[in-house]
């Protein structure tokens, strides 16, 4: 099952970047969680395919333009590791960030039910007991 939970991820992303909202929301499963980069210090995340869609949209309102393209994907079984490259033009300074962080996606039954972000990707590789 783990690589069918690659390819779901795959096609999750291939959706997002066409900007097919539909396409990508029928990936998620009905209590998907998003933990997005510093929900330790905010203690801030999303339930729910319409809060997933509402907290991802909340954060790009803050830049001028938001990119984030999948560099590679770790198996975990269950869950998938994405490496993700960012480019980033803040929308107040206009300040262009560009930058690599990971996230650690969980599925069941072929749904993505879990986003957690990671500054560092040996970060997310180690949530998933795996290593680089």
Same mark, same amino acid.
């Given at each position: 099952? *783990?690589? /069918?939970?690659? /390819?779901?991820? &795959? &096609?999750?992303?291939?959706?997002?970047? #066409?900007?097919? &909202?539909?396409?990508?929301? &029928? +990936? $998620?499963?009905? /209590? =998907?969680? +998003?933990?997005? +980069?510093?929900v330790e210090l905010t203690g801030g995340h999303e339930r729910g395919v319409e809060g997933v869609v509402r907290g991802q949209s909340e954060f790009t309102s803050h830049f001028a333009s938001y990119e984030i393209s999948p560099e590679r994907f770790y198996d975990a079984?269950?869950? =998938? =590791?994405? =490496? +993700?490259?960012?480019?980033? #033009? *803040?929308?107040? *300074?206009?300040?262009? %960030?560009?930058?690599?962080?990971?996230? $650690? %996606? *969980?599925l069941r039954e072929g749904r993505i039910v879990r986003f957690q972000s990671f500054r560092q990707v040996s970060e997310a590789l180690e949530a998933a007991g795996l290593r680089e």
């Open positions: 099952m *783990s690589q /069918e939970n690659v /390819e779901v991820v &795959r &096609r999750f992303y291939e959706a997002y970047d #066409r900007g097919d &909202r539909n396409g990508w929301t &029928r +990936l $998620l499963g009905s /209590e =998907v969680e +998003l933990l997005p +980069l510093g079984g269950d869950r =998938v =590791v994405v =490496v +993700l490259h960012r480019k980033a #033009r *803040s929308a107040r *300074s206009r300040a262009l %960030i560009e930058d690599r962080f990971g996230q $650690l %996606i *969980s």
